[in-house]
């Protein structure tokens, strides 16, 4: 499986007990749609290994997690920190108006008043707000993602047209 064919599920936090458990995070707005999860890829060194899950027990954004073959403290420490990956094939169809935030890499910036900003090169998630980070004349610049912001969104252009607020820009290029 190629990282490039997947979504980042979350990662683990650390292990859980003695027997090999792990306690992950999920990052994901709806952490129970996995509660029926059989198998994970997990990001070992520049390989996604999968592993199958024997048993999961999923509470808020948090998982304790058993996995097939890592069966003590030991084994369950080397994992620490390693990212967890599915397919993207396993994420739910989105209405048109939808989409996920990794699907938007790539897409271009355009502004009303300012006209092409950059490229959507990544996304920060944080408690309340999720932003989206371009290159602009050299220097990061981003973006909340919210409705009064983001006016347009095409899927086939791959662009995504904006209304910043004033001097939202001029922060980033007068700094």
């Known amino acids: 499986m190629n990282i490039d064919e997947c979504f980042e599920l979350g990662y683990v936090i650390k292990p859980h007990g003695l027997n ?13 749609d ?15 290994v999968p592993f199958f ?19 003590s403290i030991e084994q369950a420490e080397e994992l620490k920190g390693s ?4 397919p993207e094939t396993m994420l739910p169809e989105l209405e048109d108006k939808d989409f996920y935030f990794h699907d938007l890499l790539g897409f271009e910036v355009t502004d009303v008043h300012h006209g092409i900003l950059g490229i959507v090169e990544r996304f920060y998630d944080y408690p309340g707000q999720t932003l989206l980070a371009i290159n602009h004349k050299g220097k990061e610049v981003l973006i909340p993602v919210n409705d009064d912001i983001i006016l347009n969104l095409d ?21």
């Open 20 to 32: 090999g458990a792990v306690d992950i995070f999920l990052d994901t707005d709806f952490p129970g």
């Open 83 to 86: 990212k967890l990956f599915l």
């Open 155 to 175: 899927k086939k252009k791959k662009a995504i047209e904006v209304d910043l607020p004033d001097g939202l820009l001029d922060v980033y290029i007068n700094s």
């Open 53 to 71: 899950i024997q048993t999961i027990r999923i509470n808020e954004k948090k998982a304790l997690v058993q996995l097939e073959g890592i069966e």
């Open 34 to 48: 996995y509660k029926n999860l059989e198998s994970v890829f997990v990001h070992i060194g520049q390989k996604l």
